[in-house]
């Protein structure tokens, strides 16, 4: 089990403090984030994602790989570089962030293929 910590934004922060505030009075710093309240140890977030997830976004879940996907993709589209969205989704390797966590965007591809048929024009090159 990783025992680093996971990057989160600032309105994030203060959701999960306002949660563990909420449910157990203590500060964010202290003891696991996710636990059953009977037996005080860590809950297994699978469980979690299928309870209670769906319930707070209409059903619109697909489970934790298709959401790190889908904050990969949207990191790169938001102009963040590849070793960033890795260190983010704490991956060992770049490549393995490249390959399955950042989506192509079809729009972008479109638009950077009109690109270069617009160089290739400009040096002459026609069909």
């Known amino acids: 089990m990783r025992q680093a910590g996971v990057p989160v934004i600032p309105t994030l922060r203060k959701i999960l403090a ?3 505030a909420s449910n157990f009075g203590r500060p964010i710093e202290q003891d696991w984030m996710f636990y059953g309240l009977k037996s005080k140890r860590p809950l297994d977030l699978d469980n979690l994602s299928r309870r209670d997830i769906p ?3 209409n059903g619109a879940w697909f489970g934790w790989h298709a959401f790190r996907r889908g904050l990969g993709t949207r990191l790169n ?3 963040v570089d590849s070793e960033t969205i ?3 989704l ?4 770049v490549s393995t962030t490249q390959a399955f966590y950042i ?3 079809r729009k972008k591809t479109e638009i950077a293929m009109k ?3 617009t ?3 400009k040096y002459g090159i026609k069909a």
């Open 103 to 105: 989506l192509p965007d």
């Open 55 to 57: 319930d707070h976004i």
């Open 86 to 88: 890795q260190a983010i």
């Open 77 to 79: 589209e938001f102009g």
């Open 90 to 93: 704490r991956h060992g390797d």
């Open 18 to 20: 306002k949660y563990k």
């Open 119 to 121: 160089v290739l024009k």
């Open 115 to 117: 690109r270069m048929d």
